[in-house]
């Protein structure tokens, strides 16, 4: 029986966690815009399904980070790529959208590519940090690559794989709603005494490794500087009574709220933050931070021998130098992590000097329209196959 062939007004959507969730969310929402019989299905999360977009996997169980961590989750990982690969073999949409997610969706991209489905990666993985073979071996399954960084357009095209700089969509979703000081009333906080904000990561190996350590550090802070107040955005699709509630220290005080993270990364002094998309989300709001991160021994044994880059905080990288610090691994302890917060919320020229830095970040990433630019783009391998 021959193959169907590919549905015009049909793509397919995949992300894999929180940020590249929002990011395809607010890239449909821009497709239904210039586009409005466009149908999508795929896997997310909440900001997807909101979006309007069927969804086949639901990404919350999925978002695990590390060699070991995958491991461990094989099963459902393996399910939901062979759910969207039926689905694919079914109803041949005329594009697959990919953001972030790497490996998975690599996987998901050479099963679409054999049958000749459109391929946009969305969201690059980080092939700067990483073997130029990664980069080869990227080209072979995609049709084109849309990057947030302008430095990732030179990677790719040296490599010849189509590729466009489409704009940061941070720069135009990071906003808070209203002033420090308006927010922390809000939020049942003092307006003037010290506030830190507390950003564990969002998937549940994050919250099991980082909380603890944060909890630890919070405790140290509290007993060198008594005022300090506490507060922590729970993330969307984290399940808060399962991997945030055992970790939590009650008589810390911390306000927790949901769906407000550039609200609460606002009115902080200060944030003890996981790696990953929020670092730069706080660059933008030019929030002081100290960076921390953890892995699984051996992920990290493997990873020091594959990593090229020195530093791995988003905010660090695109500023081009390391502007706030970093704790990973064995250098992620209570002591180092409080003593850097203490430093920011008790010396105020640092802080204001890591303010000053921080500013560049908004700078190099240029102007915003990045999920119209991304729509557009997707548009264009849907009407012709092919970037112009």
């Not at 015009?8 to 815009?33: F, P, Q």
């Not at 694919?88 to 000749?116: H, M």
């Not at 506030?195 to 405790?219: D, K, T």
């Not at 970040?361 to 783009?377: D, P, Q, T």
């Amino acid at each position: 029986m021959p193959s169907p062939e590919p549905s015009h007004d049909h793509v397919m959507v995949v992300a894999g966690e929180a940020s590249g969730d929002l990011h395809a969310a607010n890239m449909v929402r821009a497709l239904r815009r210039l586009r409005p019989e466009l149908r999508f299905s795929g896997m997310g999360g909440g900001a997807l399904r909101d979006a309007g977009v069927e969804i086949l996997v639901d990404s919350t169980r999925l978002a695990v980070v590390g060699l070991v961590e995958v491991l461990a989750h094989y099963g459902d990982i393996r399910r939901a790529l062979n759910t969207l690969k039926h689905s694919i073999e079914r109803e041949r949409p005329r594009l697959l959208v990919l953001v972030d997610y790497v490996e998975f969706n690599l996987r998901l991209a050479r099963f679409a590519k054999g049958k000749g489905v459109k391929v946009l990666f969305y969201v690059s993985p980080q092939v700067w940090a990483w073997r130029a073979r990664r980069v080869r071996r990227i080209g072979q399954v995609i049709d084109a690559m849309a990057v947030l960084f302008p430095f990732e357009e030179a990677v790719y095209r040296e490599h010849g794989i189509p590729v466009r700089y489409v704009g940061n969509p941070l720069v135009d979703e990071v906003r808070a709603s209203a002033d420090c000081y308006t927010l922390r009333r809000g939020f049942g906080l003092k307006e003037t005494d010290p506030v830190v904000g507390i950003l564990p990561g969002s998937r549940r190996g994050e919250l099991r490794r980082h909380l603890p350590l944060i909890m630890e550090s919070a405790r140290l802070l509290r007993s060198r500087i008594p005022r300090v107040q506490f507060i922590m955005p729970i993330a969307p699709g984290v399940d808060v009574d399962r991997d945030v509630m055992p970790h939590l220290d009650e008589g810390l005080g911390i306000v927790q709220v949901s769906g407000r993270t550039y609200d609460a990364m606002h009115a902080s002094d200060a944030l003890m933050i996981a790696s990953g998309t929020a670092t730069l989300e706080a660059g933008l709001l030019r929030v002081p931070m100290a960076i921390l991160y953890r892995v699984a021994p051996l992920t990290a044994f493997i990873l020091k021998r594959l990593i090229l880059i020195r530093d791995i905080g988003l905010a660090n990288i695109v500023a081009g130098e390391r502007v706030v610090h970093e704790f990973v691994q064995e250098a992620a302890t209570p002591e180092a992590i409080a003593g850097e917060i203490e430093r920011l919320l008790t010396d105020n020229d640092y802080a204001r000097q890591v303010r000053e830095r921080l500013g560049i970040i908004r700078e190099k990433l240029g102007e915003g329209g990045g999920s119209e630019n991304v729509a557009r783009m997707a548009l264009e391998l849907i009407d012709t196959g092919k970037l112009d």
